[in-house]
């Protein structure tokens, strides 16, 4: 499954973000913004097409980069862009 995003629509700043980034986080990233409230891996990954596990591990990098906060609710954990 694709996930097609109108770049022309997003914030300069998300976007410079996005070119310094390597290729494996930039469709993550890109996706985590364009969802607008915190989002499971698994939302994720269904959009992009890649694996659970993959999308999460891209996430923990984007939240150690202070690219991206974790919120845990019971027993899932959430991921949104900071903005």
């Known amino acids: 499954m694709t996930f097609n995003i ?3 629509k997003l914030p300069r ?6 070119v310094k980034l390597n290729d ?3 469709k993550v990233y890109v996706t985590l913004y ?6 499971t ?3 994720i990954a269904k959009k992009l097409g890649y694996a659970r596990a993959y999308v999460h591990m891209r996430l923990c990098q984007l939240e150690s980069m202070e690219l991206a906060k974790r919120t ?3 027993k899932r954990v959430k991921f949104e862009a900071i903005k």
């Open 72 to 74: 845990e609710e019971e």
């Open 41 to 43: 891996p698994k939302e």
């Open 6 to 8: 109108d770049t022309e």
């Open 34 to 39: 364009c969802c607008e409230e915190p989002t």
């Open 24 to 26: 494996p986080l930039k």
């Open 13 to 18: 700043k998300v976007l410079e973000t996005a």
